[in-house]
């Protein structure tokens, strides 16, 4: 996309399945490098609720926070990851529901499941996934990635990786 100012659908749908490769490996420095600044990441607590801010959430973190979190699953001496968690997305075809180039906002739907193991115990969590997408330098990056959980109301064990 290196100087183009308006993003494809092509582009958009190519960008989230990248993303989620990059969970999956584990290249969470090249994964962090997908968000602006001012980004947000947000799982809410409950359907319908209208902000991460104002409303408990089960996550609603910075872009700071989401650094914090990485080098904590990196950390060699992190109890929860002497054995390591892997992670697997699998995603329906991404829909664009939003695309506006002139204010450089995209808004992209994402029905999930995701899968994370961790020795014999397999967590199985599902939802839908929206980015809120900009172009900058002429790269598509997250300014909200908001997972909505089917379950969110649920009593959710511990996730170890990034959804």
Same mark, same amino acid.
């Given at each position: 996309?290196?100087?183009?100012?308006?993003?494809?659908? &092509?582009?958009?749908?190519?960008?989230?399945?990248?993303? &989620?490769?990059?969970?999956?490996?584990?290249?969470?420095?090249?994964?962090?490098?997908?968000?602006?600044?001012? &980004?947000?990441?947000?799982?809410?607590?409950?359907?319908?609720?209208? $902000?991460?801010? #104002?409303?408990?959430?089960?996550?609603?973190?910075?872009?700071?926070?989401?650094?914090?979190?990485?080098?904590?699953?990196?950390?060699?001496?992190?109890?929860? =990851?002497?054995?390591?968690?892997? @992670?697997?997305?699998?995603?329906?075809?991404?829909?664009?529901?939003?695309?506006?180039?002139?204010?450089?906002? /995209?808004?992209?739907? #994402?029905?999930?499941? /995701?899968?994370?193991?961790?020795?014999? #115990? =397999?967590?199985?969590?599902?939802?839908?996934? /929206?980015?809120?997408?900009?172009?900058? $330098?002429?790269?598509?990056?997250?300014?909200?990635?908001?997972?909505?959980?089917? $379950? @969110?109301?649920?009593?959710?064990?511990?996730?170890?990786?990034?959804?």
């Amino acid at each position: 996309m290196a100087g183009d100012t308006i993003a494809t659908t &092509a582009a958009l749908v190519d960008f989230i399945y990248s993303e &989620a490769r990059l969970l999956d490996e584990k290249r969470l420095g090249e994964w962090y490098e997908l968000f602006t600044e001012d &980004a947000r990441y947000w799982m809410p607590l409950t359907r319908d609720q209208p $902000n991460g801010e #104002t409303f408990t959430s089960l996550f609603y973190e910075d872009k700071l926070l989401l650094k914090v979190r990485i080098e904590r699953l990196r950390h060699p001496n992190a109890f929860s =990851q002497q054995q390591p968690s892997f @992670c697997q997305h699998v995603l329906q075809q991404p829909s664009v529901e939003a695309s506006d180039p002139e204010s450089n906002h /995209y808004v992209t739907r #994402t029905p999930f499941m /995701y899968f994370e193991a961790q020795l014999d #115990t =397999q967590l199985i969590l599902a939802g839908v996934t /929206y980015h809120h997408l900009s172009v900058v $330098n002429g790269a598509l990056r997250i300014r909200l990635k908001k997972i909505e959980l089917v $379950n @969110c109301d649920a009593a959710l064990p511990s996730i170890q990786m990034l959804l």
